[in-house]
């Protein structure tokens, strides 16, 4: 049987706490964390500024898409 997965944090000194299975996945760098830096600006991810771009990038077409625009008015 396989020893557990380890956080792959790496700054001045490695984490040696369990990875999580469900939720320690980062869907950008694809590495695996514990609880403590499990989040994208916990661990420094790499691919933070493009994740931030793609998630303003949605909810820019989001909002334009929900815009309300003002009948024009009938001139008498």
Do not use: I, W, Y
């Not at 493009?50 to 898409?65: H, Y």
């Amino acid at each position: 049987m396989a020893g557990k997965k380890r956080c792959q944090f790496t700054a001045e000194q490695q984490c040696n706490s369990a990875a999580l299975r469900l939720v320690g996945s980062c869907p950008h760098c694809r590495h695996e964390f514990c609880g403590n830096h499990r989040l994208p600006e916990h661990h420094n991810c790499t691919n933070l500024q493009d994740c931030r771009q793609q998630a303003f990038e949605r909810n820019k077409a989001k909002l334009e898409s929900e815009r309300t625009v003002a009948p024009k008015m009938a001139m008498a």
